[in-house]
């Protein structure tokens, strides 16, 4: 279960609910992308008790995420920061009420004697407190999933409207882009590889999104934004690209890279897009 509510417990722990430690914190930021059969959890947290740290690196104590929604499971995590989590569709079900926390539980009975992390309270105490092995340590704040995003996982959409000027048009939904097609043919729907052959369209709109990204969120009028250093946008898509980029690693957008980026938060579409002509081709002389 989400702890979410203060809780009783025998002993001091790291949590926002309690003051048991001298002015130490335990954060967690998840990010959630579709990965096809799965969804890639980036699981990102500040933890700066050194007493907790310590037992990780020592492996007296295990991370775990928890993340309820119908029900609650437990996943063990590698011991570091900045971390992908690939779980299976089949294993979860994501809702507007789902929800995230870090749980640090020891993996043995752990003496609390060089604990200095603790309140002044404790401190003349901590010889003698233990946690029992499967104790919890710390319990981290709780992420909710964005449960307002109407398509959380669908970043383009496809449409015909035979009255646009030009072959092709890209637009901006509330939270997608949008390839205005003239013509359905336009689409490849006639070919086996059609999707691979619509990623020169998709190109170019991630291209045309990035760069209003780049607009939008650039407060201080600078040809480059920092991904970590910017706050949650209001505009869905946005926030859909700031997520994505997040989870594939990329630190700075500018008006120079951003080819780059999407080369990083994309599979590579342009690969793909030239096999499926080339296949597409050698298909046609078959023939």
Request: proline residues 2%.
């Amino acid at each position: 279960m989400i702890f979410d509510k203060e809780s009783t417990f025998p002993h001091p722990i790291l949590s926002k609910f309690t003051d048991d430690y001298e002015d130490k914190t335990f954060i967690l930021k998840v990010g959630v992308q579709d990965g096809g059969n799965h969804y890639a959890f980036k699981i990102e947290y500040k933890l700066d008790s050194k007493f907790i740290i310590n037992a990780l690196n020592k492996n007296q104590a295990n991370l775990y995420l928890l993340v309820q929604s119908k029900d609650s499971k437990f996943y063990k995590l590698e011991n570091k920061n900045d971390q992908i989590l690939p779980i299976s569709k089949n294993s979860i079900s994501l809702n507007k009420r789902t929800s995230f926390q870090l749980v640090i539980m020891t993996t043995e009975i752990l003496s609390f004697k060089s604990n200095k992390d603790l309140h002044k309270f404790y401190l003349k105490e901590r010889e003698n407190i233990y946690i029992d092995k499967f104790g919890v340590l710390a319990i981290s704040n709780v992420e909710k999933f964005n449960g307002d995003l109407k398509k959380p996982y669908e970043l383009f959409e496809k449409k015909v409207d035979s009255n646009i000027k030009s072959e092709i048009k890209i637009e901006f939904g509330s939270e997608t882009i949008i390839i205005v097609y003239r013509d359905i043919e336009y689409q490849y729907n006639k070919h086996r590889r059609k999707n691979s052959l619509n990623n020169h369209y998709v190109y170019i709109g991630l291209q045309r999104a990035l760069l209003r990204f780049l607009r939008s969120n650039n407060e201080k009028d600078q040809e480059e934004i920092y991904i970590n250093g910017i706050d949650e946008p209001a505009d869905k898509l946005d926030l859909k690209l700031l997520n994505l980029m997040k989870v594939k690693g990329v630190l700075l957008l500018n008006y120079e890279n951003v080819d780059e980026v999407i080369a990083k938060i994309s599979d590579k579409i342009i690969s793909k897009h030239y096999y499926a002509i080339e296949e597409t081709f050698n298909e046609s002389k078959i023939a």
